[in-house]
């Protein structure tokens, strides 16, 4: 992969409430770093650089539409009571969001806006499809000559806290799309965004005099809080004196990113008109509905601790009616009859609420975003980081920003231009310069599960077994890294040698586990997660029951690679480690 020319560099930023492409030639990148076509995506009186990351499939599950052509299709068909029979997908990247032991199945099925359910990988595939053909028609509109397939190369990115199978989940869905294994790099947002930074002056927002993150002196720490649609992704990156960065604090964080505030509000309207009627209107006056989501989209961006004392937004008459048949009340009545009595008022198809409701939106998020923040800035090696670099969507809130500052008046806070398109154009640079992050901290323990020859008094008999060897221990973790352990891109390669354990035996079959703990004993014990297996042939079995394979795994990169090696032929071999079962 690495032998083949780049002349194009494509990237695919697939978020969860947004998504967007850019890319850059060879030529550009040698130029200048930061050079990048942007797609520029359009609504209405409304220029955004991502689109809704939301995909209309056609009543047979084909390809309908994507992004705001998706939303303004799926209206007109709910205006004409069509949009049952359709596929209507939106925030579905969370689906690959899973916590240690929460399995991610390569057939799963999600669920649409109605509920109805869909192959996943089919889903991201048509996503990542669409963008991948909308971003070529402009390459093609910029090119005189032909540019073949293997002279591109893509980077797709996801969260740095994603598993390795929601990682492998997004390469088989590209690979669905149509793009070679061989020419796709996973890259991880908060560092995308960390590189184009570190070549971006960028002004701080803080009082203090302006300063810039590209010309950080060596050995110099930062903080990296990218707030997305979906997930806060937090970690700390120490620059290096190659223009490169590594990881200083490997990557943490959780499910706290924009879309929190967007649940916050559906269920201010539960309080407010009551579940039942809040269900029928999604459901029955979905038009409406959708307006309403875009609308507080636009007043989630613009609000500031500054604004003023009441915002006001739109409220659908059907709603009113909805909620006015049901309860048999006039709706002054029924806001009157609940805890928004006084800081909630609805004429015609307006309604005016209190900014501390507003503010109350955003509470679970920023509050969770900010205690982890400082729990990270707990570790006694972290104390001297004193400056916060916020990209990704939602960093582009005034209140996140303004909470960031008032909990962290210390720190310089610096936030690039774009913050919503700064992973992009730096996953463009990561496509270009494979090696910008030169050393990653490993968040887990990565081993095997093996046997060894049966001690006793040590092991325990539960898991004694007979072989033709003799008596053996089932079950035992053998730890290939650990966590915590730093590991460098490209270089940290780890070689283990397994034996056969019977006679003829045509086929080694290695089950890899993740552990939390540092030394873990046992594949079973408490924070132990199996992630995957690979199975190894074995050509001309014969009566040696202790033939040996080595088996290396390349830490270090976004992903983990897996070779394997028969000592008694000398065949090698690329083994796949199936994340997915």
Known sequence: ????????????????????????????YEQDPTKATVKVWNAGTLTTEKTPTCILLQPDGTFDSFGYDAENRYRGLADKNLHTEYYFFRHFKMSLFKNLGKEIKRGMEIS???????????????????????????????LVGELRSHEIHWVLTVPAIWSDAAKQFMREAASQAGIENEQLTIALEPEAASIYCRHLPVDATSKESKMTISNLPTGTKYMVLDAGGGTVDITVHEVQDTDTLREAKAANGGEWGGIMVDQAFKDFLRELVGENVFETFELKETEDWLYMVRDFEAKK????????????????????ELCEQEKRMKF?????????????EVKRDKIKMSKVVFFYMFGQSIQSTISHVKSVFNDMSLRNVNIILMVGGYSESPLLQHAVHEAFPAKKVVIPPSPSSSVLRGALIFGHKPLAVSE?????????????PFVEGTHPESKRFSTDEGDRCRNIFESFVTKHQIVKTGKTQVKQYFETVHKYQ????LSFFISEETHPQYIDEAGCTKIGDIKIHLKDPDDDANRSVTVSM?????EIIVDAEDEKTGDKTRVILDFLG
Not at 1 to 10: D, N
Not at 440 to 452: F, H, K
Not at 506 to 509: A, D, F, G, V, Y
């Open 112 to 142: 649409d806006e109605m509920g109805k359910q869909f192959p996943a990988k089919d889903v991201f595939a048509m996503s990542i499809k669409y963008l991948v053909d909308d971003m070529m028609v402009t390459v093609g509109q910029r």
């Open 506 to 509: 045509s086929r080694m079959n």
């Open 301 to 320: 961006r613009e609000i500031r601790i500054e604004s003023e004392r009441f915002i006001s937004m739109r409220f659908p008459v059907s709603l009113i």
């Open 332 to 344: 002054p009545d029924i806001i009157a009859s609940t805890r928004y009595a006084e800081v909630v």
């Open 440 to 452: 990653r901290i490993l968040r887990y323990t990565y081993g095997v599960d093996i046997s060894l």
């Open 554 to 558: 390349e830490f270090g990169g976004t």
């Open 1 to 28: 992969m690495a032998s083949r020319p780049r002349l194009l560099v494509g990237a695919i930023d697939f978020g969860t409430a947004f998504s967007g492409w850019a890319f850059s030639f060879k030529h550009e």
